[in-house]
């Protein structure tokens, strides 16, 4: 029942390696989709986020305006620690649920956590093996420009926000090169799943177990 976390930076290729992963069975838990359902309206975390930041980053209907308080925390590293106080709890008991439940379903299943922000907030779990994408920050801030839109200044300044390459990197067990074709990508996600096993065998004798 391996328990397996996978993070990368913005337009690494995460969610592609989630998919391929899927699609050989592992069972994918995507903590940004935890994230905007425990912000649902009528829940606590929702209350709290209006309580602390205002009503103004609520929707006439209830909802979240994510763009709002996207502006409002963005760069101002107190309001962030203000939102990840409210929200990664949440998020965290959350995640432990539907760990649980796919183990329960199936106590063999491989169950993957597709997380963002790995580092700033869940390194030390009990992860079995990390799984980092990469590609490096200039092929990064292309993709966010010609596949998302933003300008380059926009791009710039997401990339800028989050912790360097160097620290992802530092704890994977295995990294997936993002860098080259999307052929090139699958493959490696491919090698992976066939040598899990190893891969797990390698991480179990050469650190000691993370706690949680």
Do not use: C
């Not at 209907?61 to 203000?82: C, H, N, P, Q």
């Not at 998020?91 to 597709?114: C, G, I, N, W």
């Not at 990064?140 to 300044?157: K, T």
């Not at 800028?160 to 990294?175: F, I, K």
């Amino acid at each position: 029942m391996p328990l397996v976390a996978l993070t990368g930076g913005i337009a690494s290729g995460k969610s592609t390696i989630a998919r391929r992963l899927a699609e050989h069975g592992a069972v994918v838990v995507d903590a940004d989709q935890l994230v905007r359902e425990v912000q649902q309206p009528g829940s606590p975390v929702l209350a709290a986020i209006a309580a602390e930041f205002g009503e103004g980053m609520l929707r006439p209907d209830g909802s979240l305006d994510r763009g709002t308080l996207g502006a409002a925390v963005f760069g101002d590293a107190d309001a962030v620690a203000r939102l990840n106080a409210i929200v990664h709890p949440a998020v965290r008991a959350e995640s432990a649920r539907r760990f649980a439940e796919a183990f329960t379903v199936d106590p063999a299943a491989v169950v993957v956590y597709d997380v963002p922000l790995l580092v700033e907030a869940r390194v030390s779990d009990p992860w079995e093996l990390i799984v980092v994408a990469h590609a490096p920050a200039d092929i990064r801030r292309r993709r966010l420009v010609e596949l998302r839109g933003m300008s380059e200044q926009e791009a710039s300044a997401r990339l800028a926000s989050q912790v360097p390459d160097a620290a992802r990197l530092a704890v994977a067990d295995v990294v997936i090169d993002t860098a080259g074709s999307l052929d090139d990508t699958l493959r490696q996600v491919d090698a992976l799943w066939t040598d899990l096993d190893a891969h797990l065998s390698r991480r179990a004798v050469s650190r000691e177990p993370r706690k949680a």
